[in-house]
């Protein structure tokens, strides 16, 4: 899927040099570059959704040196391979921020590495790019988080699916981790405020592909409604044991927070087709940016049936939200990217994204999207504009009474 | 004194040399990296002893390393910071928060149905006690049951590997307890007695070195003793050992727990140097390249094993910080791996000792056999270690 | 209760496609290959490039999978194991190599990538594997609803099974495979060439792998590292059937799978895992030989 990125990414460079101004080129190449980490899973297991986000982040570095890059400055883009295990993940922060002094990083796809690295982060004062939507409760100054929260993905979704589709009875099923376990605990509270009820709340160890018994219980269950947190190659065996037990998505839709163009692709539409995901990006979104986002991604990758999706999208502007952080303060060290970033806007493929100045979380817009039979989605509800992220939604953060402000966590609010 | 003993202490001597100087030529981040090879050093020493010296391939080692780690991670995470701030009199692990039912009260001792089991990891020292008494009951218990049943061979190899799988599923499952799939991260300094051990100080470094020196000797010396020698005998022939009258199956465990002992150490100072500990700890994956380093070094070992696993990391770490083979390192890992198993039969250590006798004895009598390819040789000297 | 039972038997048959081949390549041979996993792996790669490639159906990928696998086998036997007989736990280090290399190798696309070509269906990402209309939804039965494609699962173990019973008990090459596994210097000083038939042994268990590779392609993701976590499922049904016995691994393969199901069923997937694994060292524990051996180990 990958095609040597580095070569493309040279070519990439040589290209724009060429067009470029000489100016621009010249000085371009005798200033010494910014050297930014992409510390992502190149092998193992993760390397299947990871080596994705390194490209969209070696993407939008190519283009920005194609422009003139920063200050001036060429930027240069390290790549490590956290290989799928957090030891990895660890010793690769520690070498990008101990050994190579670089001072931002874009990377990690799972809470697992991300969490492993964040005390690298935290006593050296660097910064990390996060670009996965993940389950909140978390407040590092250290951290700029470009994907959806809970509130992103699951505010306007559970109303709508109580409201619009008139469903009563949710069964929740996830992978066992954290992501999905918080997502289910918020569903339920929202699922309770919209007068519906949860009949089940299951896991099944990550990586499991081994459905038969769940849809059994699924269908037995009662329930009109599947709320799947579900994720990783997992989705695909749910999915096609879904159809293969003989259920419908017209009777009972799934209606999942992970699911993406990646996962559809893979298990072949037909077997999605029908069923619900909700997230700030979509592929099939009819944006002016995002037709050609997704025909560069395509030529970057030399894979002309390249799908994109949220985190890769993610990826990929979350590069520009620095770009303007570190312009705007002059100041490349996590704190000038920090007073930089804080309220910067950026015209995404998906629309326009702000970093909140308060939790610097992403401000997204809740799109819910309905997958069709040729493996895009077509979106059938979204908010007008895009909203503040809350990170502490689950514990009763509101918009008027927020947790994690610019002060870092106010704990006296926190109750479980 | 023999010559083959000379040089082996001779190699022993320069080993630990070696240890101690590193901190004389890197910085900070090459300290806390080969601090952490140091640690593997230390599983590799644990591989060597049971499965080179008593003949027990343990495919679980990783369990008692990760039990070790999660052990002193507890500790650690109970006097981080972050524990203090969840608006409780006593530190709370803020990830109890976030799987707490609705209406739990803030409080180490219920805001889950097993929480309590945290309540002495407010002190350090359980945490460090217990980071080798827990491997050890184990293994004890493991061991009393496999070896009187005089289970052997690969039999004991899926054991422990089932073994250290179901530890992990019910680990990554009770994450309300455990932290689950993210495992023990944000932890505290290790503190002893006022000294705190930051990962990149060199403190830690003497701490990781000198704990691993300490293993290396005691380790060398332990199966020179009567007791390492019944099993060393046992390994060749179980059953004649038994007709002399030994309890075999007490030797196999005795061995079996100093090697979980050994583990649970390198655990802790994992979490000391890294600062986390997670469930992927007891993968099969960590546990099966824990054996293919000692048997890169040289499984019949001490000294080769523990290098052997400081040279693979150095290695991978080398190769896979080389940019154009970021995506390709784990293959050539791969190979390395083959081509040893296939050549090299008794790793490194075995490589080095043959060498070291041709040099010897061509120093001694004219050479005759200067010049057969050493690997051919060691294969056809080693049938089975 | 049926629908149960018929969930316990598709498991007991994906278990038992995995194990077959490893019942022939370790409890026969005495080689503990950890790249079975990534055989399987290879065979559901054949499906996506047949589908991709030749635009043929997901049926024709049977038979190329068997093939490709076995030749895969048929190499690595060849190269690796053939230097390693005799050394059991030498060869369950080798091919821990050979399973990264080969993984990385897809992930590569066979080392492509660094020339900035792309292979479509190899590469790091997921693949698509097409499956048949006929074998989407459920089959009507006597008035109890089954799942399609797990009953072509079940019928594709069964016709595996008996054929590889055939071989082993009705030809002349099962005999000698038997002979080997009895006793392999006694075979060879029968007259039968040993090299040859491990190598054939090896290719055959290897080509079985392929085959389970297609049909798991079927129902889950196909990846480089599918099928990474494969392996010790078939090693535990191997171990707990006891050795060399092909009727102890079917045995096993079923116990375990009608175990999972009703475990799974009465509570849950994660509990319903643990269960086997503690299950397995039981029987370990209990009965070393395995539950139906004919040889002491």
């Known amino acids: 899927m990958n095609v040597s990125r580095r070569h493309l990414l040279k070519a990439a460079t040589l290209g724009s040099a060429s067009l470029a101004a000489p100016h621009i080129v010249s000085r371009a190449f005798a200033a010494e570059p910014i050297k930014v980490g992409a510390l992502y899973s190149q092998t193992g297991n993760l390397a299947v959704a990871e080596k994705l986000l390194a490209n969209g982040v070696s993407m939008a570095v190519a283009e920005i040196n194609a422009t003139g890059g920063i200050l001036g400055r060429p930027v240069e883009v390290v790549v490590e391979d956290g290989a799928s295990d957090p030891k990895t993940f660890s010793e690769k922060a520690s070498k990008l921020i101990v050994k190579d002094k670089i001072m931002t990083v874009f990377g990690c796809h799972t809470s697992a590495s991300r969490k492993a690295v964040l005390p690298i982060f935290e006593k050296r004062g660097a910064m990390l790019f996060y670009q996965t939507h993940y389950e909140g409760f978390e407040c590092s100054r250290n951290v700029i988080y470009s994907g959806a929260v809970p509130n992103h993905q699951l505010a306007n979704y559970i109303p709508w699916i109580v409201k619009t589709l008139g469903k009563k009875k949710f069964f929740i099923v996830g992978s066992n981790y954290i992501y999905p376990r918080e997502m289910a605990k918020v569903s339920k509270k929202l699922i309770e405020a919209a007068g519906a009820q949860w009949v089940a709340d299951e896991y099944l160890e990550l990586g499991h592909s081994e459905w038969a018994v769940m849809v059994k219980k699924i269908k037995e269950s009662g329930a009109d409604v599947v709320l799947s947190n579900v994720v990783g190659d997992s989705i695909i065996a749910f999915y096609r044991e879904f159809k293969n037990q003989g259920i419908s998505q017209a009777d009972i839709p799934i209606c999942a927070t992970v699911t993406s163009e990646i996962e559809i692709a893979a298990m072949g539409a037909d077997y999605a087709a029908g069923s619900y995901t909700s997230f700030p990006y979509f592929m099939s979104l009819d944006m002016p940016g995002n037709k050609s986002f997704i025909e560069r991604f395509r030529k970057f990758v030399n894979d002309p049936k390249q799908v994109t999706y949220h985190s890769l999208e993610a990826a990929y502007f979350q590069v520009f939200l620095w770009k303007q952080a570190v312009e705007k303060s002059k100041d490349l060290g996590a704190e000038g990217i920090r007073t930089g970033i804080a309220g910067q806007s950026y015209e995404a493929p998906g629309g326009k994204v702000t970093i909140d100045a308060d939790n610097l979380h992403c401000w997204l817009t809740p799109r819910i999207g309905q997958w069709q039979a040729d493996g895009q989605s077509k979106v059938v509800d979204a908010y007008p504009h895009p909203i503040k992220p809350l990170p502490y939604f689950a514990y009763g953060e509101t918009e008027s009474n927020l947790f994690c402000t610019s002060k870092g966590l106010d704990t006296a609010k926190l109750k479980i | 004194m023999t010559l083959d003993r000379r040089l082996t202490l001779c190699a022993y001597a320069l080993f630990i040399v070696a240890i101690f100087a590193v901190p004389l030529f890197v910085d900070e981040f090459g300290l806390n990296r080969i601090a952490k090879f140091l640690v593997y050093g230390m599983l590799g020493i644990a591989i060597a002893l049971s499965w080179g010296y008593a003949g027990i391939l343990n495919l679980g080692q990783g369990l008692f390393f990760g039990l070790g780690a999660y052990m002193l991670a507890m500790s650690l995470k109970l006097a981080s910071p972050t524990s203090l701030q969840q608006g409780a009199d006593k530190p709370v692990p803020d990830f109890m928060l976030w799987n707490a039912e609705p209406g739990a009260p803030t409080d180490l001792c219920c805001i889950n149905k097993a929480s309590f089991l945290w309540l002495p990891f407010q002190h350090q020292s359980v945490g460090l006690v217990m980071g080798i008494a827990l491997p050890v009951i184990v293994a004890a218990l493991l061991g009393i049951i496999v070896f009187r049943k005089r289970i052997e061979g690969p039999f004991v190899s899926i054991i422990t590997l089932a073994l250290v799988l179901l530890v992990r599923l019910v680990l990554v499952d009770a994450q309300p307890v455990t932290g689950g799939f993210n495992g023990l991260t944000d932890l505290a300094s290790l503190e002893i007695f006022g000294f705190e051990f930051d990962p990149y100080s060199k403190g830690t470094y003497w701490l990781a070195a000198g704990i691993l020196t300490l293993t290396l000797v005691a380790t060398r010396l332990i199966v020179e003793t009567r007791a390492g020698l019944v099993l060393q005998a046992a390994r060749d022939d179980q059953r004649r050992v038994r007709y002399l009258g030994f309890d075999v199956s007490l030797y196999q465990t005795f061995f079996f727990c100093v090697a979980a002992a050994i583990s649970g150490v390198a655990g802790m100072l994992y979490v000391i140097v890294a600062q986390f500990a997670s469930p992927t700890f007891m993968d099969l994956a960590f546990s099966v390249t824990m054996v293919v380093w000692a048997a890169v070094g040289g499984r019949a070992s001490i000294l080769g094993a523990c290098v052997g696993a400081i040279l693979i990391n150095m290695m991978e770490a080398g190769i896979s910080e080389t940019e154009a083979l970021v995506g390709a390192w784990k293959a050539i890992i791969g190979l390395v791996f083959v081509l040893t198993v296939l050549f090299l039969p008794r790793g490194l250590a075995g490589l080095l000792h043959d060498q070291i006798g041709r040099f010897a004895s061509v120093g001694r009598d004219k050479p005759r056999v200067a010049h057969v390819p050493m690997s051919s040789a060691a294969v056809t000297e080693t049938k089975e270690a | ?297």
């Open chain 3, 1 to 297: 209760m049926i629908d149960v039972l018929f969930i316990g038997l598709s498991l007991s048959s994906i278990l038992l496609l995995v194990a077959l081949g490893l019942a022939i390549t370790y409890g026969a041979m005495g080689v503990i290959n950890m790249a079975h996993g990534e055989i399987v792996m290879a065979g559901a790669y054949v499906a996506v490039l047949s589908g991709i490639w030749l635009k043929t159906s997901f049926y024709v990928a049977l038979p190329l999978a068997f093939l490709a696998a076995a030749a895969l086998g048929w190499i690595i036997e060849r190269l690796v194991v053939s230097r390693l007989y005799g050394r059991l736990l030498d060869t369950l280090l080798a091919t821990w190599g050979v399973s990264m290399l080969i993984q990385q190798a897809i992930r590569l696309e066979f080392g492509l990538t660094f020339l900035g070509i792309h292979i479509a269906g190899l590469g790091t990402g997921l693949q698509n594997v097409a499956v048949p209309a006929e074998l989407q939804g459920v089959v009507n039965i006597a008035g109890v609803e089954l799942n399609a494609y797990r009953g072509f699962i079940v019928l594709v173990t069964v016709v595996l099974t008996a054929l590889t019973w055939f071989i082993m008990y009705w030809t002349s090459l099962g005999m000698k495979v038997r002979a080997i596994i009895r006793n392999p210097k006694m075979a060879a000083a029968c007259g039968i060439d040993v090299r040859k038939v491990n190598a054939l042994t090896f290719a055959y268990g290897s080509g079985l792998a392929g085959v389970a590779g297609v049909m798991m392609s079927g129902f889950k993701g196909v990846s480089p590292d599918l099928g990474s976590s494969m392996v010790v499922d078939g090693f535990m049904v191997v171990v707990t059937g006891g050795l060399g016995s092909l009727i102890g691994t079917i045995m096993a393969s079923g116990l375990l799978g009608e175990t999972n199901a009703l475990v799974a069923v009465a509570t849950n997937d994660i509990l319903a895992r643990a269960v086997i694994f503690a299950a397995v060292i039981l029987v370990i524990v209990l009965k070393p030989e395995g539950l139906f051996s004919f040889k002491r180990r």
